[in-house]
């Protein structure tokens, strides 16, 4: 292997924690406290979302969970929509997806 190609999957593994360590701050910042990574708390776990959703899906929640909890079948919306930077959004959603059941030895 040459040295460049060393250093870009070194560049590439950097940004992937950068990116698991920036969703676990938004989430800690924003979702925490609502949401539980493995326990119902006030909303579903992450383990349970990352089951049954996409990304596309997640982010429209965040984004107007009032419209999208009804196209998810919830009667009620309790969650309030957020503005996210387009980092966080990305940083958040592949967190959230990280908790998929099939994921977990990857992490
Ligand atoms: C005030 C409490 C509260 C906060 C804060 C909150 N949520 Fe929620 N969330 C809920 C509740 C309650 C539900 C269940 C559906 C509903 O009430 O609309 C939910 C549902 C969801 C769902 C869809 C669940 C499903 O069925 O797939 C996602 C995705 C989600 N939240 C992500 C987030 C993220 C990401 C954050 C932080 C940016 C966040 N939530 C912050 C309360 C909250």
């Not at 924690?17 to 609502?34: D, H, R, S």
């Not at 539980?36 to 708390?41: L, P």
């Not at 429209?60 to 919830?74: E, L, R």
């Amino acid at each position: 292997m040459n040295k460049l190609l060393v250093l870009l999957l070194l560049a590439m593994g950097a940004s992937h924690m950068l990116q698991a360590a920036e969703g676990k701050k938004v989430f800690e910042t924003y979702c925490w406290g609502c949401h539980h990574q493995t326990a119902v708390a006030f909303g579903p776990p992450f383990t349970e979302i990352a089951a049954k959703r996409n990304a596309d899906e997640i982010r429209g929640m965040i984004t107007d969970p009032d419209s999208v909890s009804k196209v998810f079948g919830y009667k009620r919306n309790a969650m309030p929509p957020f503005k996210l930077t387009k980092e966080e959004m990305e940083a958040v959603t592949a967190y959230i997806l990280s908790y998929k059941p099939e994921n977990k030895e990857k992490k």
